[in-house]
């Protein structure tokens, strides 16, 4: 493999420049389990571990390597793992707060766009789709919106009109991740070798738009609940594919919960049309809940933004007034 086919870029290779001259090599993170991490290289994928002093310099757990990381790595002479001694600057980093600590945990890095996977069925949930965004917006990332399974769409219409509504200039493609036609049109995201990651909940369809993408069965599928159209965990640990017609998929494990690490400042960000809109308001104050000659309200009655974008607005985290 190339360095150009796992994303090796003019600005990477400055970047690893002093590493090359102590005889590293570069690599780049497709698995990280309990134990070990499992890195690609131009020659084969090998397994690595952290050497000891760049996990003592590390302030965080997401300081060091994540799937989708550039790194320097010596090679082992003998039997043992190779040793991951430097993780090279990130691009983009999606960070979210760990499951019940007051910490951020990397889910993938160095990623040029996410798609944000959400079921046409029992999956579809507007205001889980914003938190996404923040998510994406967050990690310096293009967000693209993937709504899957639309032959089970209820109406098919309504539903684009939301999302657009909840996400204005974002791509949406609706499509069905088992059929290959369908999921074609998102070839060109990957063009120039860029990486791809898919997150959503679990029964989305992330890994069956992952092995359509790859063009083999990489990644295990299951049927989603019948009574609640809820996904069961297929994905359990992040992986990265590197694809034969070129550029790379990350996928990763269903969110069933999503807290934002920069919660204070990205819960503000996605609401400029409402902000914009209150403005028109007839009371300064309004709440947009029953005063007379609201404007936000109007839009909603017509249709321009959705009852729930509304509703994520007033109950959105307020920063302190000092």
Known sequence: MTR????????????????????????????EHRTHFRVATERDEVSAEIQGRLR?????????????????LRLSMGDG??????????????????????????????IDVIFIVMGLDGDFNLQRLERYLDLVRDSGS?????????????????????????APGVPLH???ARDQTSAAELESYFAGNQTVALIGSSGAGKSTLTNQL????????????VHDDRGRHTTTHRQLYFRETGGAIIDTPGMRGLELWNEPQESLTNFDDIEALATQCKFRNCQHVTEPACAVRSAV????????????????????QR
């Open 4 to 31: 150009a086919a796992f994303g090796w870029t003019a600005q990477r290779q400055s970047d690893f420049a002093p590493f090359a001259a102590d005889g590293l090599i570069p690599g780049r993170v497709v698995g």
């Open 56 to 72: 003592q310099s590390a302030r965080l757990r997401s300081d060091l390597p994540g799937v989708g990381d550039f790194v320097a």
């Open 81 to 110: 793992p190779a040793m991951i001694e430097a993780v090279l600057p990130r691009s983009t980093a999606l960070v979210r707060k760990a499951a019940g600590e007051a910490r951020p945990q990397l889910l993938a890095a160095n």
């Open 142 to 166: 293009s967000p693209v919106i993937v709504a899957n399974k639309i032959d089970l769409a209820r109406d098919i219409t309504t539903a684009k009109r939301e999302m657009t509504a909840v």
């Open 174 to 176: 609706t499509i069905s």
């Open 214 to 225: 790859l063009g083999r069965d990489a990644q295990a599928t299951q049927e989603v609940r």
């Open 301 to 320: 009655a017509r249709g321009e933004i959705t009852a729930e974008h509304l509703t994520s607005y007033q109950h959105r985290p307020r920063t302190p």
